[in-house]
């Protein structure tokens, strides 16, 4: 069965930190790894990674994937409060008509001050 | 361009009860996907549709859950009847039909169900 596995679970950091967000996974057919970030409704959009090695950057987000060692992280730098928000993983494979989504349980991060 | 929109936002039933949730997609939009977003089990994808048509309903739970779409632009879901482990904040999403960026998906609201 695919598997998306996020770690941690949930993270508390202050703010100004540096957190680092883990996903690993194991699908049949990988497209594509995206991440989304969850606050208090819809899950939105932050980056889709396709190609091993090439680091995808917004902001003070950055993201890359490790095709050969079946994971991605997510890092955050100078965390703000802003951050707070369960952070998800998903994983599209290729179906034939069109790609499924399988998403890891998510890590819930906590920004204090 | 408005997102996707889903209907209601809140739903409060008594358990037996049939509940119709509604969505809108992204005009454009070539596939549109049901999830449901429980604590215990996070997002599950129950039902996807490509030009109307369903491709993979491996997901729904039973057949209480049926979905539709009868147009580019209005898709149901619909739990006839309701139990209370229902209960869940049910996803619309929609993608655009573009290669790898059909992986991109695209998030409603949301419609959060009590089912009592």
């Known amino acids: 069965e695919d598997k998306v596995v996020q770690s941690p679970l949930s993270l508390v950091v202050h703010e100004g930190d540096t957190v680092t967000l883990n996903c690993s996974y194991e699908v049949t057919n990988f497209r594509s790894l995206l991440w989304y970030k969850q606050e208090k409704k819809a899950p939105t959009f932050l980056f889709m990674l396709?190609?091993?090695?090439i680091e995808k950057k917004s902001g003070r987000l950055s993201s890359i994937l490790d095709k050969k060692e079946l994971f991605s992280i997510l890092n955050i730098t100078a965390t703000q409060t802003g951050d707070s928000a369960i952070y998800l993983c998903?994983?599209?494979?290729?179906?034939?008509?069109?790609?499924?989504?399988?998403f890891g349980t998510g890590t819930r991060l906590q920004v204090t001050l | 361009d408005a997102g996707v929109i889903q209907s209601p936002r809140h739903e409060v039933t008594e358990m037996g009860q049939e509940v119709t949730l509604r969505c809108k997609p992204i005009?454009?939009?070539?596939?549109l996907f049901w999830y449901r977003q429980t604590m215990m089990r996070g997002l599950e994808l129950l039902i996807y549709f490509n030009n109307n048509v369903p491709i993979d309903d491996s997901g729904m739970p039973e057949d209480r859950f049926s979905a539709k779409m009868p147009n580019a632009s209005f898709s149901t879901l619909k739990i006839q009847p309701s139990e209370p482990r229902d209960s869940a904040v049910y996803f619309c999403a929609s993608s655009p039909d573009r290669g790898v960026s059909t992986d991109t998906q695209y998030f409603g609201p949301g419609t959060r169900l009590t089912v009592l």
């Open positions: 998903a994983v599209g494979e290729s179906t034939g008509t069109a790609s499924k989504l399988t």
């Open positions: 396709t190609s091993s090695g």
């Open positions: 005009s454009g939009h070539d596939y």
